[in-house]
């Protein structure tokens, strides 16, 4: 069973952060359910937005419609973006332990 999910009626014309996402409820369906999320007249997503909306969609049936391009785009960036591996640098900064406000006044008058 399809079931159609307007969500220009739970978020309006943009959805910016992962919070948005629960107003969506895309959990209370049951799996056999193919989810249709429906984009017309949302005009933007955010990368937060998208990426919470996959994770929700793991392991189910779903289909995207009415998206325009900058929706379609974002699914596709956060995508492509899932299946590349993350790299993060070293840091070997050393970490000054600070005690008080006046030191810490002291310690960022310093570094001007």
């Known amino acids: 069973m399809d079931r159609v999910i307007k969500l220009h009626k739970l978020i309006g014309d943009e959805g910016r952060s992962r919070v948005n996402v629960q107003k969506l409820n ?14 017309e007249n949302v005009r933007f997503i955010s ?38 591996s993350r790299s993060h640098a070293v840091d070997n900064s050393k970490i000054k332990k600070i005690e008080s406000m006046v030191e810490l006044s002291k310690y960022l008058n310093m570094c001007l």
């Open 47 to 84: 990368r937060s937005f998208t990426d919470e909306i996959l994770t929700l969609l793991v392991g189910r049936a779903y289909s995207i419609v009415n998206a325009n391009d900058v929706i379609s785009n974002m699914f596709k960036a956060v995508v492509e973006g899932r299946g590349k």
């Open 26 to 39: 895309l959990d209370k369906y049951p799996m056999s359910e193919t989810l249709i999320l429906d984009f």
